[in-house]
């Protein structure tokens, strides 16, 4: 088993928010997904206070080592969340992690508000760090920014809040050590970086949005970096991502000192992804003298 914020998991293994629509899952495996959940905790994809369509498409780019999305939070609202993606979250057989997105701490805090009281939800996770959202990336690239969003949500709730970073931030480390002060109980890192792509004949942008975020193993170096610098600097636990595609990425995450990891794009080429990662997980650590279970020894980053 695996602590994380008093949460008791039977793995180290979480989705990334928006990777993995479980929903839609359950509809196409139908209820062979709860036997065989790929993940050890669910995070859903950020909801907003108010419905919201989207960019425009085309809204993916496939990269050499990744894609660049600029999906730009499509979501039904809070209120829609909770009448009808929430009953059928229920049937989660996992912890469930909801993922807000407000404009600015108020509604944030109208968002944690509407959420946590339900007893399906069992932790937050503050989206402070999406580059499609203009005030996600000043509030996630701002240590003040940053506290005063968790400041606003904290009153709220004793629920878990994890907040989400960005990983363009001037100083991400900061940015974290500011979210533990401010009364975070964990951060979760890295979101996406931000890219473009254009069209091949009008040379014009390819996404709709413009820009958009670059995931998956072409970010895994610069997301390892940041994961060991951000676990140096604060207490609390930490969420490793990037580019994880296998076992022993997961494990370096876990040694750079993650306490969790979350696998994001890999899951949009292998659907049963966070299973395979897990398994592949558990063989390294069996292998290797010493280890027991899933908790893995971080090395000291300074």
Not at 39 to 64: H, M, S, Y
Not at 93 to 119: F, H, K, N, Q, T
Not at 215 to 226: C, H, K, M, N, T
């Amino acid at each position: 088993m695996t602590d994380f914020c008093g949460l008791s998991l039977s793995g180290p293994v979480l989705n990334g928010s928006g990777t993995f629509d479980a929903i839609a899952a359950q509809r196409t495996f139908g209820d062979a997904l709860w036997d065989a959940f790929p993940f050890d905790a669910f995070v859903t994809k950020t909801i907003t206070v108010l419905p919201r369509q989207g960019n425009p498409p085309p809204r993916l780019w496939e990269t050499p080592a990744g894609l660049i999305n600029s999906i730009g939070l499509p979501n039904k609202g809070l209120e829609g969340f909770l009448e009808g993606d929430l009953p059928q979250l229920r049937r989660l057989p996992v912890p469930l992690v909801v993922s807000v997105m407000g404009y600015g701490p108020d509604e944030l805090a109208a968002l944690v508000r509407g959420v946590a009281p339900r007893d399906e939800v069992e932790a937050l996770e503050l989206n402070v760090s999406c580059p499609n959202v203009a005030s996600g990336l000043i509030m996630g690239s701002d240590p003040a920014e940053t506290a005063r969003a968790v400041e606003a949500v904290r009153p709220v709730t004793d629920k878990p809040v994890i907040v989400k970073l960005t990983p363009n931030a001037t100083d991400p480390a900061g940015v974290a050590a500011a979210a533990e002060s401010a009364g975070a109980d964990a951060v979760s890192l890295v979101n996406t970086l931000k890219g473009m792509a254009l069209h091949p004949r009008t040379r014009e942008p390819w996404l709709g949005g413009g820009a958009g975020g670059v995931s998956g193993p072409a970010i895994r170096a610069v997301a390892l970096e940041q994961v060991h610098a951000v676990a140096g600097r604060v207490g609390i636990p930490v969420v490793g991502m990037g580019g994880i595609t296998s076992g022993a990425h997961a494990r370096d995450f876990l040694d750079a000192g993650a306490t969790v990891v979350a696998v994001g794009t890999e899951s949009f080429r292998d659907p049963a992804a966070g299973s395979r990662i897990a398994d592949e997980l558990r063989v390294i650590l069996r292998q290797e003298r010493g280890f027991s279970g899933v908790t893995a020894v971080p090395i000291d980053p300074r």
